[in-house]
């Protein structure tokens, strides 16, 4: 074999991935993170999707997830993809799954949250506590009133 032929062999085999281009990178950043906050069922909770390697042309991208009502549609605001979803009121407690599907389809990333059991409404009972407060402090005053009245009165007059 000549030199000329051995070096391009090794050339070839040493060239050949070089020219193939660089490897294609995942549809979505390593560090690419979806978030869904905790929320009690029938609530609207936050939806993050962080990805550094965004698609320029993707506006919005939908995350989905049994546990929501619909499809939450997340905009970019010029870091990263925000929006807000609603949790089905029958949505069980525990842990949930979502998921984020980006770059045209090509890309799923899933990620867990959790739905906190069902908080009771506490505006109804509050706006119990300040008119019961509310009236006994008028019952308190018109006592307080009455006895200084009466106080007065039996008090003889001294010329």
């Given at each position: 074999?000549?030199?000329?032929?051995?070096?391009?062999?090794?050339?070839?085999?040493?060239?050949?991935?070089?020219?193939?281009?660089?490897?294609?990178?995942?549809?979505?950043?390593?560090?690419?993170?979806?978030?869904?906050?905790?929320?009690?069922?029938?609530?609207?909770?936050?939806?993050?999707?962080?990805?550094?390697?965004?698609?320029?042309?993707?506006?919005t991208v939908?995350?989905?997830?049994?546990?929501?009502?619909?499809?939450?549609?997340?905009?970019?605001?010029?870091?990263?993809?925000?929006?807000?979803?609603?949790?089905?009121?029958?949505?069980?407690?525990?842990?949930?799954?979502?998921?984020?599907?980006?770059?045209?389809?090509?890309?799923?990333?899933?990620?867990?949250?959790?739905?906190?059991?069902?908080?009771?409404?506490?505006?109804?009972?509050?706006a119990l506590?300040?008119?019961?407060?509310?009236?006994?402090?008028?019952?308190?005053?018109?006592?307080?009133?009455?006895?200084?009245?009466?106080?007065?009165?039996?008090?003889?007059?001294?010329?």
């Amino acid at each position: 074999m000549s030199c000329a032929a051995a070096a391009a062999l090794t050339f070839g085999a040493l060239a050949s991935p070089a020219s193939a281009g660089p490897t294609s990178p995942p549809q979505y950043a390593p560090s690419a993170t979806l978030n869904v906050d905790t929320g009690s069922p029938g609530h609207e909770v936050e939806a993050l999707w962080l990805d550094e390697w965004r698609d320029d042309n993707e506006k919005t991208v939908q995350v989905k997830s049994p546990a929501f009502e619909a499809p939450a549609t997340l905009t970019f605001n010029g870091r990263q993809y925000a929006g807000k979803a609603r949790l089905r009121p029958d949505a069980r407690p525990g842990q949930a799954q979502a998921r984020v599907v980006t770059h045209g389809g090509r890309a799923v990333k899933k990620a867990v949250f959790w739905i906190d059991p069902a908080k009771a409404s506490s505006s109804g009972s509050s706006a119990l506590v300040w008119l019961t407060g509310g009236a006994l402090a008028a019952a308190g005053a018109g006592v307080v009133g009455v006895l200084a009245v009466r106080r007065r009165r039996k008090r003889p007059v001294t010329p």
